[in-house]
């Protein structure tokens, strides 16, 4: 499996963001409110990723008073943070593009809480891709100091 490149996350979310807005222009009064249980739902997964990552580092380091992971686990981490940074990136295109079309009518009161909810999930989306990265990162294998020392 190879690392996931920031360059395509960025390029989900910027695709879908731009499709939501195109959508939201067309269909805006008949769509339900945002819920605002989406940016905690989201911070508490980017947490619980991102004390993964700490932990799993901690454990493949072998740092004392850990003990050892098990190979798989670290594969199914490291197929989580996959997983994960994708979604943040799609969900947070799709808040980017429901924040960009609401920041336009921002005089009304309905899609100025919108807006804030909206831009407050997009930020969430982010800590979780962040989170993710961290965690899939964490779940390489160091390299050895005997490899890097050419003789």
Same mark, same amino acid.
């Given at each position: 499996?190879?690392?996931?490149?920031p360059g395509w996350l960025v390029g989900i979310l910027v695709i879908v963001a731009l499709?939501?807005?195109?959508?939201?222009?067309?269909?805006? /009064?008949?769509?339900?409110?945002?819920?605002?249980?989406?940016?905690?739902?989201?911070l508490l997964l980017a947490i619980g990723e991102g004390y993964s990552g700490w932990a799993?580092?901690?454990?493949?380091?072998?740092?004392?008073?850990?003990?050892?992971?098990?190979?798989?686990?670290?594969?199914?981490?490291?197929?989580?943070?996959?997983?994960?940074?994708?979604?943040?990136?799609?969900? /947070?295109?799709?808040?980017? /593009?429901?924040?960009?079309?609401?920041?336009?009518?921002? @005089?009304?009161?309905?899609?100025?809480?919108?807006?804030?909810?909206?831009? /407050?999930?997009?930020?969430?989306?982010?800590?979780?891709?962040?989170?993710?990265?961290?965690?899939?990162?964490?779940?390489?294998?160091?390299? @050895?100091?005997? @490899?890097?020392?050419?003789?």
């Open positions: 499996m190879r690392p996931t490149n499709l939501t807005w195109a959508v939201v222009q067309q269909f805006y /009064g008949g769509l339900p409110l945002m819920p605002w249980t989406a940016i905690p739902t989201l799993t580092k901690a454990r493949i380091a072998r740092k004392p008073g850990t003990k050892p992971v098990e190979p798989l686990a670290v594969a199914r981490l490291a197929a989580l943070a996959k997983a994960s940074a994708y979604a943040g990136a799609l969900f /947070g295109g799709l808040f980017a /593009g429901f924040a960009l079309y609401t920041v336009q009518i921002l @005089d009304r009161e309905t899609p100025r809480s919108e807006f804030l909810v909206s831009s /407050g999930s997009f930020v969430a989306c982010v800590a979780l891709v962040c989170a993710a990265l961290y965690l899939e990162n964490a779940c390489r294998i160091p390299k @050895d100091p005997e @490899d890097q020392n050419p003789k």
